[in-house]
């Protein structure tokens, strides 16, 4: 998967996720860069070293390669003359601002399939292993098995262990960073958050699986241990109380 594909696939999942009327409407080249899929909220996502990158991605995409878009035939003229130059300026697309596209209908649909199938295999991967949903018995082994059951005709049961015996060597609990929420998703020493009972996606508003450690929403793949400073839209970690580029002091959570 290339850059043209991780940028039309994110796209497909934020408009299912934020803007379902997207899935049937057109909506505008500037609406596309600005609020659906703007590179400040997109990029670790993306995966896009550089805003140059995702432009250049986007310009490929609104140029109409691999019909993942129906684009406007001026532009995506204009946008396809503009990749073959020697030097491509990345931003040319802005110039079409007002110009309109729309998610094609086929590769839409490969998409979904590709992204629901993903999802069921993630869902089949946390399901647990049938010896594990057991009782949680453990078998013994050896000899000591064998005269078990040549007497009494039965497997033995080893005794469950206690959370302390379950606990690896070492263990320590991880602490509260200072400036973390007291209540809702609770930053944890890891990169992720353990979300409150009934806690929603501050992207999609999504309902959160409660206690579990996320790093990404399960609905529309937005990184959850993230912020953006509402005065610069610099990326901030949650718990930080100012930000890192303007100074400005950060809302709680």
């Given at each position: 998967m290339d850059q043209l594909d991780r940028l039309y696939r994110t796209l497909v999942q934020t408009i299912r996720a934020s803007f379902p009327?997207?899935?049937?409407?057109?909506?505008?080249?500037?609406?596309?860069?600005q609020t659906i899929l703007p590179y400040r909220h997109?990029?670790?996502?993306?995966?896009?070293?550089?805003?140059?990158?995702?432009?250049?991605?986007?310009?490929?995409?609104?140029?109409?390669?691999?019909?993942?878009?129906?684009?406007?035939?001026?532009?995506?003229?204009?946008?396809?003359?503009?990749?073959?130059?020697?030097n491509p300026d990345p931003a040319v697309f802005r110039e079409f601002a007002s110009a309109q596209v729309s998610l094609a209908h086929e590769p839409l649909r490969q998409a979904e399939r590709a992204l629901e199938s993903s999802v069921r295999t993630t869902e089949?991967?946390?399901?647990?292993?049938?010896?594990?949903?057991?009782?949680?018995?453990?078998?013994?082994?050896?000899?000591?098995?064998?005269?078990?059951?040549?007497?009494?005709?039965?497997?033995?049961?080893?005794?469950?262990?206690?959370?302390?015996q379950q606990r690896p060597s070492g263990h320590t609990p991880v602490a509260r960073p200072s400036g973390a929420r007291e209540t809702g998703m609770t930053v944890t020493g890891e990169r992720g958050v353990v979300v409150a009972q009934n806690e929603d996606c501050r992207f999609c508003g999504g309902r959160l699986p409660t206690g579990r450690h996320l790093?990404?929403?399960?609905?529309?793949?937005?990184?959850?241990?993230?912020?953006?400073?509402?005065?610069?839209?610099?990326?901030l970690e949650l718990g930080w109380k100012f930000c890192i580029s303007c100074g400005r002091s950060v809302t709680p959570g």
């Open positions: 009327q997207y899935l049937t409407q057109p909506f505008e080249v500037q609406e596309l860069y997109h990029r670790r996502t993306l995966g896009f070293d550089t805003n140059q990158d995702y432009e250049a991605a986007l310009l490929e995409l609104l140029a109409g390669e691999r019909g993942y878009l129906i684009v406007d035939e001026r532009m995506r003229d204009a946008l396809q003359r503009e990749l073959k130059t020697p089949t991967e946390r399901v647990p292993a049938p010896a594990a949903r057991a009782s949680g018995a453990i078998l013994h082994s050896g000899p000591a098995t064998a005269a078990h059951v040549a007497s009494t005709g039965e497997m033995p049961r080893a005794s469950m262990p206690t959370p302390a790093v990404f929403c399960p609905h529309c793949g937005q990184n959850l241990t993230v912020k953006h400073c509402e005065a610069c839209g610099t990326e």
